[in-house]
Protein backbone atom coordinates (compact mmCIF):
# COMPACT_ATOMS: atom_id res chain seq x y z
CA UNK A 1 0.00 0.00 0.00
CA UNK A 2 1.27 2.89 -0.82
CA UNK A 3 2.22 5.78 1.67
CA UNK A 4 -0.39 8.44 0.42
CA UNK A 5 -3.35 5.49 0.58
CA UNK A 6 -2.16 4.70 3.87
CA UNK A 7 -2.80 8.08 5.22
CA UNK A 8 -6.04 8.52 3.55
CA UNK A 9 -7.15 5.16 5.57
CA UNK A 10 -5.71 6.07 8.64
CA UNK A 11 -7.71 9.68 8.35
CA UNK A 12 -11.20 8.16 7.40
CA UNK A 13 -10.53 5.54 10.84
CA UNK A 14 -9.61 8.11 12.92
CA UNK A 15 -12.75 9.94 11.93
CA UNK A 16 -14.90 6.61 12.45
CA UNK A 17 -13.32 6.35 15.39
CA UNK A 18 -13.60 9.85 16.34
CA UNK A 19 -17.54 9.25 15.68
CA UNK A 20 -18.15 5.83 17.64
CA UNK A 21 -16.51 7.48 20.44
CA UNK A 22 -18.55 10.55 20.53
CA UNK A 23 -21.95 8.30 20.37
CA UNK A 24 -20.34 6.32 23.53
CA UNK A 25 -21.31 3.37 21.22
CA UNK A 26 -18.55 0.08 21.50
CA UNK A 27 -16.30 -0.04 18.76
CA UNK A 28 -17.58 -3.89 17.77
CA UNK A 29 -21.21 -2.28 17.48
CA UNK A 30 -19.89 0.75 15.43
CA UNK A 31 -18.24 -1.46 12.85
CA UNK A 32 -21.25 -3.93 12.29
CA UNK A 33 -23.47 -1.19 12.30
CA UNK A 34 -21.53 0.38 9.10
CA UNK A 35 -21.18 -2.78 7.54
CA UNK A 36 -17.38 -2.70 8.65
CA UNK A 37 -14.90 -5.51 9.82
CA UNK A 38 -14.80 -4.98 13.95
CA UNK A 39 -10.93 -6.96 13.43
CA UNK A 40 -10.35 -4.05 11.11
CA UNK A 41 -11.45 -1.75 13.29
CA UNK A 42 -9.65 -2.80 16.55
CA UNK A 43 -6.65 -3.37 14.36
CA UNK A 44 -6.62 0.27 13.00
CA UNK A 45 -7.43 1.97 16.59
CA UNK A 46 -4.36 0.06 17.85
CA UNK A 47 -2.27 1.58 14.86
CA UNK A 48 -3.61 4.55 15.31
CA UNK A 49 -2.51 4.16 18.92
CA UNK A 50 0.93 3.28 18.05
CA UNK A 51 1.07 6.74 15.72
CA UNK A 52 -0.23 8.45 18.46
CA UNK A 53 -3.21 9.18 16.89
CA UNK A 54 -5.22 7.88 18.92
CA UNK A 55 -5.54 7.81 23.37
CA UNK A 56 -3.80 4.49 24.51
CA UNK A 57 -6.84 4.81 27.24
CA UNK A 58 -10.15 4.04 26.10
CA UNK A 59 -13.52 3.89 27.42
CA UNK A 60 -13.69 0.32 27.97
CA UNK A 61 -9.61 0.78 30.18
CA UNK A 62 -11.34 3.67 32.22
CA UNK A 63 -14.76 1.51 33.07
CA UNK A 64 -11.90 -1.01 34.43
CA UNK A 65 -9.67 1.40 36.48
CA UNK A 66 -13.12 2.96 38.10
CA UNK A 67 -13.93 -0.40 38.91
CA UNK A 68 -10.35 -1.57 40.55
CA UNK A 69 -10.36 1.86 42.16
CA UNK A 70 -14.06 0.73 43.33
CA UNK A 71 -12.93 -1.91 44.49
CA UNK A 72 -14.50 -4.40 42.69
CA UNK A 73 -11.34 -5.52 40.40
CA UNK A 74 -11.00 -5.81 36.43
CA UNK A 75 -13.55 -7.66 34.81
CA UNK A 76 -12.61 -11.34 34.60
CA UNK A 77 -14.34 -14.67 33.16
CA UNK A 78 -13.94 -17.84 34.35
CA UNK A 79 -13.90 -20.86 32.23
CA UNK A 80 -17.23 -22.54 32.85
CA UNK A 81 -17.78 -26.72 32.23
CA UNK A 82 -21.20 -28.00 31.16
CA UNK A 83 -21.80 -31.22 33.15
CA UNK A 84 -24.17 -33.93 32.42
CA UNK A 85 -27.67 -32.82 33.57
CA UNK A 86 -28.33 -34.35 37.20
CA UNK A 87 -31.78 -36.24 38.26
CA UNK A 88 -35.02 -33.93 38.76
CA UNK A 89 -34.71 -34.33 42.49
CA UNK A 90 -31.60 -32.30 43.21
CA UNK A 91 -31.56 -29.44 44.87
CA UNK A 92 -28.69 -27.57 44.49
CA UNK A 93 -28.66 -23.70 43.83
CA UNK A 94 -26.27 -21.68 41.91
CA UNK A 95 -25.68 -18.08 42.66
CA UNK A 96 -24.48 -16.10 39.45
CA UNK A 97 -23.26 -12.45 38.99
CA UNK A 98 -23.04 -10.63 35.88
CA UNK A 99 -21.62 -7.20 35.35
CA UNK A 100 -22.57 -5.85 31.81
CA UNK A 101 -21.19 -3.76 29.69
CA UNK A 102 -23.03 -0.94 30.48
CA UNK A 103 -22.49 -0.92 33.98
CA UNK A 104 -25.73 -3.02 35.46
CA UNK A 105 -25.09 -5.69 37.62
CA UNK A 106 -27.38 -9.13 37.74
CA UNK A 107 -27.32 -11.52 40.57
CA UNK A 108 -29.01 -14.53 39.10
CA UNK A 109 -29.81 -17.77 41.52
CA UNK A 110 -30.65 -20.53 40.28
CA UNK A 111 -31.16 -24.56 40.42
CA UNK A 112 -29.58 -27.04 38.77
CA UNK A 113 -33.10 -27.66 36.13
CA UNK A 114 -33.02 -23.62 35.78
CA UNK A 115 -29.03 -23.73 34.84
CA UNK A 116 -29.15 -25.69 31.36
CA UNK A 117 -32.59 -23.57 30.29
CA UNK A 118 -30.97 -19.83 31.36
CA UNK A 119 -27.51 -21.43 29.43
CA UNK A 120 -29.84 -22.02 26.47
CA UNK A 121 -31.25 -18.61 26.00
CA UNK A 122 -27.37 -16.96 26.85
CA UNK A 123 -26.33 -19.02 23.63
CA UNK A 124 -28.91 -17.48 21.53
CA UNK A 125 -27.49 -14.90 18.86
CA UNK A 126 -28.78 -11.73 19.30
Keep these: MKEE ?7 VWLQ ?3 EAAAAKEPLVEYARRHGLKPG ?7 NLRRAGHW ?11 RATA ?3 GAPR ?5 IAAERSAHS ?4 CVHLQLTNGRRVELNLS ?5 RVLKLLEQPP
Excluded: C, I
Aim: hydrophobic share 40%; charged share 30%; proline share 4%.
Design 5 to 11: DREAKAA
Design 16 to 18: RLR
Design 40 to 46: EAYRWRQ
Design 55 to 65: PAHSANAARAS
Design 70 to 72: AGT
Design 77 to 81: FARVR
Design 91 to 94: SAML
Design 112 to 116: DEQLP
